[in-house]
């Protein structure tokens, strides 16, 4: 087939891969600190701008990120600069400029929403770097002192899938997952049905979703998903009130790209109020606090490693790759703990799949695993990064999809964006 799938973010084509360090823009988080100590002491100011605090998780996850790395670097707390809850409008440029002002030279923010007013201060001071975390215009900026950056979370996504899959197949095996005892759980088709608490159709969680549902297929084949999206990246009302709606379709997995607690409390309360057989996998932080009694596992980021690389290149006045993105190679991402939920033997495959991803004999998205329409994606397909009707980047090769593949001169950020067969999406604004 010869389909061009349209990405819904744009981006460029090619990313300098101009790094410290090494070529690709590695960095490994135990071997910098001796390099940089003496450059620690120095003036250098680092700002940073966070869409939220330590009370929300995605933001706790960067912050703790930070902190690793400015330790392992002997980076002062006065050398950090903190502008909290800055909102995705003018208040982050103004944020970045008043940073510039306080002596910093390397600003970055968190949040995707951020990057325009990002972009616009990095042309306005060309002696400083700025980094849009989760951004995907840095290469297409024309702008040599602006950089993005992000995990590669899909792989984490995938491995919390193969919990919630093997989770599945415990209740299969001993009798409490089946079509007589909970006919809700099922499809016409006899799939079971498992749900997403999504924020936005946007690349970044498609791409998550979509790792995590072939996480739990490769474990168990007859699965359906529904994403159900809230339009917000935190809101802890409508969060869990998406998770009661997916359990009340018979939703016996309850996973999620947002940002609360929300969704894995609704599971819970569910769970103590009412018997409701369902589990929650959650994202950036453990849920454990929270959904004792249903919390798998999470999706997680060790922000630290890019924060201990970008940190260490600012010391060292190295440049910072324009695009950057790594995974369970580096540690980059991981799962937090296996909730007491989990079936038996789940500790030993986690560790069976994170090996595969890391030695790269598990493909996440592996083409022979899902299709498209019904079809198998090609070395044909490409992705139109550009809205231009053409495809700009052909990342299907050695039957995969390669997802935020920088090697390959692609973009750090998500661009995969196709809605593969056996997902529905609803609520989307």
């Not at 998550?208 to 739990?216: D, N």
């Not at 980059?332 to 560790?351: F, Q, R």
């Amino acid at each position: 087939m010869k389909k061009v799938v349209r990405a819904l973010l744009a981006a460029s084509l090619l990313s300098s891969l101009a790094a410290c360090s090494s070529s690709s823009g590695s960095s490994s988080s135990g071997s910098t600190a001796a390099a940089s100590s003496s450059a620690a002491s120095s003036d250098k100011i680092i700002g940073v701008i966070l869409v939220g605090d330590e009370n929300e998780g995605y933001t706790a996850a960067h912050i703790d990120g930070i902190k690793a790395a400015a330790a392992e670097l002997g980076i002062s707390d006065d050398q950090i600069l903190w502008k909290y809850s800055v909102g995705e409008t003018q208040d982050c440029q103004d944020a970045a400029n008043d940073l510039y002002d306080s002596g910093a030279r390397l600003i970055i923010s968190n949040s995707y929403g951020h990057q325009t007013f990002m972009e616009a201060a990095a042309a306005e001071h060309p002696d400083a770097t700025f980094v849009a975390m989760t951004g995907d215009t840095a290469a297409d900026s024309g702008l040599d002192n602006f950089k993005n950056a992000f995990t590669k979370v899909y792989e984490s996504r995938y491995v919390s899938g193969v919990v919630a899959g093997l989770k599945l197949q415990e209740m299969i095996d001993d009798g409490t997952l089946t079509q007589a005892s909970m006919p809700k759980a099922f499809t016409e088709d006899g799939d079971i049905k498992i749900g997403y608490v999504g924020a936005y159709p946007y690349a970044e969680v498609v791409s998550g979703y979509t790792a995590f549902y072939l996480g739990v297929r490769s474990i168990v084949s007859n699965v359906h998903m529904y994403v159900q999206y809230t339009n917000s990246w935190f809101d802890i009302t409508k969060e869990g009130e998406t998770a009661n709606s997916l359990m009340a379709e018979g939703c016996v997995i309850i996973s999620q790209h947002a940002d609360s607690t929300g969704a894995p409390s609704a599971v819970e309360a569910a769970f103590t109020d009412n018997g409701t057989v369902a589990y929650s996998v959650g994202y950036n932080v453990s849920m454990l606090s929270v959904a004792p009694d249903v919390a798998l596992t999470s999706a997680s980021n060790n922000w630290a490693v890019y924060y201990t690389y970008a940190f260490d290149c600012y010391l060292n006045d190295e440049e910072i790759a324009t695009n950057w993105a790594e995974g369970y190679e580096t540690g980059a991402v991981s799962i937090t703990e296996l909730g007491d939920a989990c079936a038996e033997g789940t500790a030993e495959k986690v560790a069976e799949v994170e090996q595969g991803l890391q030695d790269g004999t598990i493909e996440v998205f592996d083409t022979s695993t899902f299709t498209v329409d019904g079809e198998t994606l090609t070395d044909e397909d490409g992705v139109d990064l550009d809205f231009d009707g053409e495809a700009d980047i052909f990342p299907v090769h050695d039957g995969a999809f390669h997802e935020s593949d920088v090697a390959d001169g692609f973009r750090s950020a998500p661009y995969f964006n196709l809605r593969i067969d056996g997902i529905e999406e609803s609520g989307a604004e």
